[in-house]
T-cell receptor
Framework: DAKTTQPNSMESNEEEPVHLPCNHSTISGTDYIHWYRQLPSQGPEYVIHGLTSNVNNRMASLAIAEDRKSSTLILHRATLRDAAVYYCILVQTGANNLFFGTGTRLTVIP | KAGVTQTPRYLIKTRGQQVTLSCSPISGHRSVSWYQQTPGQGLQFLFEYFSETQRNKGNFPGRFSGRQFSNSRSEMNVSTLELGDSALYLC?????????FGPGTRLTVL
């Protein structure tokens, strides 16, 4: 399975934008880029996913590099509730098996 | 719609016993995946069921098994429990590429 690389941890001030990077240089043409997050004491939560074009939803935006070897999850205004571990995962088309890495632990500072 | 539910939420067993965990997916979701989360190994994919058939399997020993019923509810079974099986077991149901996770079952093996 194609692998992703993320920073272990990041910090952000409350109400400021956060850019969470992810490298996936071995991505294949049929791999979707998924982001999930896990808040303390909860199961993971779907955030966003995309294939080639940038994507927006009510939670976040996903910016995908033109060569698809990297992507960035953007939280437009971080809140304390956004403190979580964020996972960037490559998922083959039609697959439902997620291979989680170690993710990025986001700390939001009030 | 009700979310993914898992029962029981907490379980204590002793080495050598077996355990069965249950997962009820979101209504209309036909795919159910199971994951194990431990502090040392993180989140690991166990298996996925779709329409009562195992579609994908992770790298776990045969002591870990599962099944899915015609109403999409799923069970996973772990036989001959070992101390290292202590973990949070999460299930997720899927629709249109998004996975929705339950709160998990915390299994402690003494």
């Amino acid at each position: 399975d194609a692998k992703t690389t993320q920073p272990n941890s990041m910090e952000s001030n409350e109400e400021e934008p956060v850019h969470l990077p992810c490298n996936h240089s071995t991505i294949s043409g049929t791999d979707y880029i998924h982001w999930y997050r896990q808040l303390p004491s909860q199961g993971p939560e779907y955030v966003i996913h995309g294939l080639t074009s940038n994507v927006n939803n009510r939670m976040a935006s996903l910016a995908i590099a033109e060569d698809r070897k990297s992507s960035t999850l953007i939280l437009h205004r971080a809140t304390l509730r956004d403190a979580a571990v964020y996972y960037c995962i490559l998922v083959q088309t039609g697959a439902n098996n997620l291979f989680f890495g170690t993710g990025t632990r986001l700390t939001v500072i009030p | 719609k009700a979310g993914v539910t898992q029962t029981p939420r907490y379980l204590i067993k002793t080495r050598g016993q077996q355990v069965t965990l249950s997962c009820s997916p979101i209504s209309g979701h036909r795919s159910v995946s199971w994951y194990q989360q431990t502090p040392g190994q993180g989140l690991q994919f166990l298996f996925e069921y779709f329409s009562e058939t195992q579609r994908n399997k992770g790298n776990f020993p045969g002591r870990f098994s599962g099944r899915q019923f015609s109403n999409s509810r799923s069970e996973m079974n772990v036989s001959t429990l070992e101390l290292g099986d202590s973990a949070l077991y999460l299930c997720a149901s899927s629709l249109l590429g998004k996975q929705f996770f339950g709160p998990g079952t915390r299994l402690t093996v003494l």
